[in-house]
């Protein structure tokens, strides 16, 4: 159901007399949280209402993290798996663990522990390796320029993309891809 002004007034003030009462689910993130989440406030026309706890869950909804709406505790490997989707949609943006943390629902400082106890690396470590992925693939099949291939993966400064790029696949970018026959 789309929210109310009553129901709207709830999750923007946290208010916690409505919880157990309607929960809230986020179609951009299809995560559901309780109207007190301190999770950063979603666009009004993202936010459809439930009535029955469970009834997100049906149509396709996670349970945040962070407000544990079911009373359960997500799992951290189904959260970490959560993350790394988050990872692989916005590599390409400026994503820091601020703002990776308010997509995922959860304090930056746990979620960056969590994830390197489940995973052995940083979430900002995971970010530049699949960046460097993705610039290898177009470095081997594309001949956009090396500047752009860089500030299409999140990585504006070509310098430093260069020195990352170096680091991982012990060639600088353009003879990498002179190895791949371009
Ligand atoms: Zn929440």
């Known amino acids: 159901m789309t929210v109310s002004d009553q129901e709207w007034q709830a999750i923007s003030t946290n208010d916690k007399t409505y919880d157990d009462v309607f929960w809230y689910a986020v179609k951009s993130t299809k995560i559901f949280c309780r109207p ?100 290898a693939d177009m470095l081997s099949h594309t001949n956009r320029k090396i500047a752009e291939i860089a500030e299409s993966v999140g990585i504006p400064n070509v310098s430093y993309f260069v020195q990352q790029f170096k680091a991982v696949y012990h060639d600088t970018p353009k003879k990498f891809r002179e190895s791949q026959g371009r």
């Open 36 to 135: 007190s989440c301190p999770s950063r406030l979603p666009k009004r026309d993202n936010v459809d209402v439930y009535y029955l706890k469970e009834a997100p869950l049906k149509d396709g909804f996670r349970p945040c993290k962070r407000c544990q709406p079911l009373n359960e505790t997500v799992s951290n490997q189904v959260w970490v798996k959560e993350i790394d989707t988050i990872l692989e949609t916005h590599y390409s943006e400026p994503l820091s663990l601020r703002e990776l943390s308010y997509l995922a629902h959860g304090s930056e400082s746990y979620l960056r522990h969590v994830y390197k106890a489940e995973t052995g690396v940083t979430p900002q470590q995971r970010l530049m390796s699949i960046r460097l992925k993705k610039a």
